[in-house]
């Protein structure tokens, strides 16, 4: 029974679930389409990617469907079972998604230079001069979290997944890179795990905003 990853590749919540998978050497098939197709419109109740379908299961919700392949399958433990390193590697996971994502990756990257919503699809200036402020006050936050090891789950955990697409696809504008180059930790953190092999070999071929070509899944990983 194969378990079915439904979404492009390009969006960020979709890598962190293809980077989930290979971690815990799971095999799968990732079906590429945009949100709101009738594929994700039958699972998630707002049309957003990822989802999921392992025989009769189906699931919305990235965090939902991580959770559901870490207690499912076999291989290390993306989030640790200990309650205490549990609740401090959910708190990053949440804080994560719901401060980072928001701007990081919704306005400055999507709203500022993917999605822009001028007339010529130039940036959109006051998309991305509005997100500024905020990330530069963020930045050190979460460069101090990766320089102390708060993401816990041993080396490599679910709080990861989460935030090393984020960080590198904020990595790839100007400003973003400027933070990132400021912030030693974080350009040290993005450096390495963008060279683990669960995050390379799931590194999106496609530029978001497009849901491109399926992927063969990778093979199973070996870090
Ligand atoms: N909370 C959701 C967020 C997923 C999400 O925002 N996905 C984006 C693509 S990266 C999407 O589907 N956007 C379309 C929309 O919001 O309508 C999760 O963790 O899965």
């Known amino acids: 029974m194969s378990l079915e990853l439904i979404g492009g590749p390009a969006s960020n919540y979709v890598w962190t679930c293809r980077i989930m998978l290979t971690e815990k050497r799971v095999p799968y098939t990732l079906t590429s389409v945009m949100p709101h197709s009738p594929a994700v419109d039958a699972i998630h109740p707002f049309g957003k990617i990822p989802v999921m379908r392992h025989g009769e299961i189906v699931l919305a919700e ?15 433990p993306m989030v640790p ?11 990053w996971i949440s804080i994560i998604n719901t401060a980072i994502d928001p701007v ?13 919503g001028t007339p010529d699809k130039s940036p959109d200036r006051a998309a991305i001069d ?21 993401f816990v789950a041993g080396n490599f955990s679910l709080a990861d997944a989460y935030f090393l697409p984020m960080l590198f696809y904020t990595s790839k504008f100007p400003e973003g ?6 912030h030693k930790g974080l350009k040290a953190y993005l450096t390495r795990h963008m060279e ?9 071929q496609t530029r978001p905003g497009t849901a491109g070509a399926a992927p063969a899944a990778p093979p199973p990983a070996a870090n």
């Not at 079972?81 to 708190?91: L, M, R, T, Y």
């Not at 400055?108 to 230079?113: D, I, S």
């Not at 997100?131 to 708060?150: R, W």
């Not at 683990?196 to 999106?204: A, D, F, G, I, N």
């Open 196 to 204: 683990r092999k669960s995050v390379r070999e799931t590194m999106p």
């Open 81 to 91: 079972a200990d309650p205490i390193k549990c609740a401090q590697a959910e708190q």
């Open 130 to 150: 509005a997100a500024l402020p905020k990330m530069e006050k963020q930045f050190p936050v979460m460069n101090e979290a990766v320089e102390n090891g708060y």
């Open 104 to 116: 990081w990756i919704r306005q400055y990257v999507g709203a500022g230079y993917i999605f822009p």
């Open 62 to 76: 990235s965090r939902a469907i991580c959770g559901y392949i870490d207690r499912m399958f076999d291989g290390p």
């Open 177 to 182: 890179a400027a933070l990132v180059s400021k």
